[in-house]
């Protein structure tokens, strides 16, 4: 009598989507082998804790909540077993050098009242802007965003109703048509940078962001982010799945057009059905799958696209308590086309600056020591294929510069308050994410790097080796890498019939 044997999968990377991916596969009985290559889970969600205060890397900015609650949904438990999610309003506070300040929330009358501040006749505009959010969000987000683009064909089949959203369009150019005030087109189009993209070129139908944030909110994991990684990895070894840290994979081993197994750094190896990579998507082909040809040639082809650009962050624990200052804040510089313009295309690191300023403490204060706050800043940067900086003799000048700029507009005396600061560089993200050329978020997402354009879910030629993550489609972003697991996942569970 034959006994069928158990099928078991390799999933390379610990981040957001390789969680993701492992959850779903474990959940229908295949025995799934998480291997990360750091000491902790989470990839650029990481944690640190230095003197009492807890510094989330990143992302932290969670919407879409029941992408994640069905992660748990599939064995019959709930998110709230293991992670506690509040609420984060506004959503954003925006601020500008002029002193102009705008709250972004699900608040209606109160954002309707923001927006006439700024131009009366942009309220009706709005309203006209949200339809079409939720139009794209309906056609590029709940039917596509789980959803594998393996060949051009299906890329054909979704062409019209994203011609019917002008797709070509940039989400600045769209926002643009709704609305008059430059302030509030800033406002609808900063948020493809959450997720590498160009307000100037990014595809219009990232517009679907809004309607996300809309219908689902935004919300801050009860601990730091690190807290809703550490939640997935529990969640994960409760259903039987085997975690390895510390474990970087050195290559995916294969034979033919098929994967068997990974080897790592310190020498341990294993075979597998299927092999999963939730690793940087230059670094898998390049590095991991570097001694084949295929791994070579989508290297090279690789090499060619366009990648994000990356980021430079200030960490910094304060004492004192700033109840004014929100969860979310974005300090626009004097510049915004202009800026954006030096960091995508021309490599510069500009003189000024627009941030993205962190305040978890304000939503969970356990998150400093009492009587304390605290923050991030952060700035793009272009990328080190973009501008090759020496950032270790840069570091210092560049976070005294930003911190020097919240403290002008925001936080007066913040220098004399600062109990502890560190700062993650373009270079850390390269050597610590293997991130190719520093890059933050992977390829760039333009309408010509999307769907089947992106890095497939399933490798044309090496026929059960996957990939997930911000590479894939449908792109970065908590929901993004989340939705590319479900894709992912799909296609393994097919393939093994």
């Not at 082809?301 to 990648?307: M, Q, T, V």
């Not at 941030?355 to 706050?373: K, N, Q, R």
């Not at 560089?425 to 190719?436: G, I, K, M």
Request: charged share 20%; aromatic share 10%; glycine share 10%.
């Amino acid at each position: 009598m034959n006994i069928p044997t158990r099928k078991t999968a390799a999933v390379i990377g610990a981040g957001f989507g390789g969680l993701a991916l492992a959850i779903r596969l474990q959940s229908t009985g295949i025995a799934t082998t998480l291997i990360e290559a750091r000491e902790k889970p989470g990839g650029r969600a990481y944690v640190w804790e230095r003197d009492g205060f807890t510094f989330d890397a990143g992302p932290t900015v969670i919407t879409d909540p029941d992408c994640l609650e069905e992660l748990w949904g599939l064995t019959g438990h709930r998110l709230a077993e293991d992670v506690t999610l509040l609420p984060v309003s506004p959503f954003y506070r925006l601020n500008w050098p002029d002193g102009t300040s705008f709250d972004y929330s699900n608040d209606e009358p109160a954002l309707r009242a923001e927006i006439a501040k700024l131009n009366p006749r942009d309220v009706a505009g709005y309203a006209k802007f949200l339809d079409y959010a939720a139009g794209v969000y309906h056609e590029g987000y709940e039917k596509l965003g789980a959803v594998a683009f393996l060949n051009f064909k299906s890329m054909i089949k979704a062409a019209p109703s994203l011609a019917r959203y002008q797709a070509w369009r940039s989400v600045y150019s769209i926002v643009s048509s709704f609305v008059e005030d430059e302030h509030l087109r800033q406002a609808l189009s900063f948020h493809t940078l959450l997720v590498g993209g160009n307000p100037m070129s990014t595809s219009a139908i990232y517009a679907l962001i809004h309607k996300l944030e809309k219908a689902g909110g935004v919300w801050f994991a009860k601990g730091g982010t690190h807290a809703l990684i550490r939640g997935m990895v529990t969640h994960f070894e409760r259903l039987g799945g085997v975690v390895r840290l510390g474990e970087p994979v050195v290559e995916i081993e294969t034979a033919g057009d098929r994967a068997t197994g990974v080897r790592t750094a310190s020498g341990w190896r294993q075979g597998f059905d299927m092999v999963a990579s939730n690793a940087d998507i230059m670094h898998s082909y390049r590095d991991l799958l570097g001694g084949s040809d295929r791994g070579r040639r989508v290297a090279k082809s690789l090499e060619r696209k366009r990648f994000s650009p990356s980021l430079f962050l200030v960490h910094f624990g304060v004492k004192g308590t700033w109840p004014g200052i929100p969860h979310h804040m974005i300090l626009f510089g004097p510049r915004y086309e202009g800026l954006l313009t030096d960091i995508y295309q021309h490599g510069v690191l500009p003189a000024d600056f627009s941030l993205y300023l962190h305040h978890p403490s304000i939503t969970d204060p356990a998150m400093a020591p009492e009587g304390c706050s605290t923050f991030y800043a952060l700035a793009p940067v272009p990328h080190l294929g973009k501008a090759p900086l020496d950032w270790e003799g840069l570091q210092e000048s560049y976070a005294d510069r930003i911190l020097s700029e919240i403290e002008r507009r925001l936080m007066p005396g913040l220098r004399e308050r600062i109990v502890t600061r560190f700062h993650y560089t373009p270079v850390d993200f390269s050597r610590d994410l293997n991130a190719h050329l520093g890059s933050a978020f992977s390829l760039e997402p333009l309408l010509t790097q999307s769907a089947w354009f992106r890095t497939h879910n399933r490798d044309d030629a090496i026929h059960n080796l996957y990939f997930v993550g911000a590479g894939t489609h449908p792109g970065a972003g908590i929901p993004g890498v989340v939705g590319s697991a479900k894709a992912t996942a799909a296609l393994m569970l097919e393939d093994m019939k």
